[in-house]
């Protein structure tokens, strides 16, 4: 069975920075693009970075370009979100997902369970 574990997250405030962790079981991120995406309360899920299988070169978001991180660890069995100056985000909830976008990762249907980051300013 293909699963998304999730660590990480927390409060964080601004000027500071926040790991996010997600852990494949029963496969390898080699094959798959993983996607990580916030949603906040009352607002739509937003994807805000993209970590293909072909290369370690990761898609942003524009609104947190600059600032987010995203990387894969050597054995391609864990993904990282690093957040940086958090100020600009909202309180969210944080999802590592198999797909880019929102309909590929709908239909994959593996989702990491996601994860809480509290901005406080």
């Known amino acids: 069975e293909m699963q998304l574990v999730q660590s990480g997250g927390g409060l964080v405030q601004a000027g500071e920075s926040l790991t996010l962790s997600c852990a494949a079981s029963?496969?390898?991120?080699?094959?798959?693009?993983i996607g990580w995406f916030r949603q906040a309360p009352g607002k739509q899920r937003e994807a805000v970075s993209c970590?293909?299988?072909?290369?370690?070169?990761?898609d942003y978001a524009q609104s947190v370009k600059g600032r987010f991180t995203a990387s894969k660890d050597n054995a391609k069995t864990t993904v990282v979100l690093q957040i940086r100056n958090p100020k600009p985000d909202p309180t969210a909830l944080y999802y590592c997902?198999?797909?880019?976008?929102?309909?590929?990762?709908?239909?994959?249907?593996?989702w990491g369970q996601g994860t809480q980051v509290t901005v406080s300013s």
């Open positions: 997902a198999l797909g880019c976008s929102e309909a590929p990762a709908a239909a994959s249907g593996v």
């Open positions: 029963g496969f390898s991120f080699d094959e798959f693009a």
């Open positions: 970590l293909s299988y072909s290369n370690d070169y990761p």
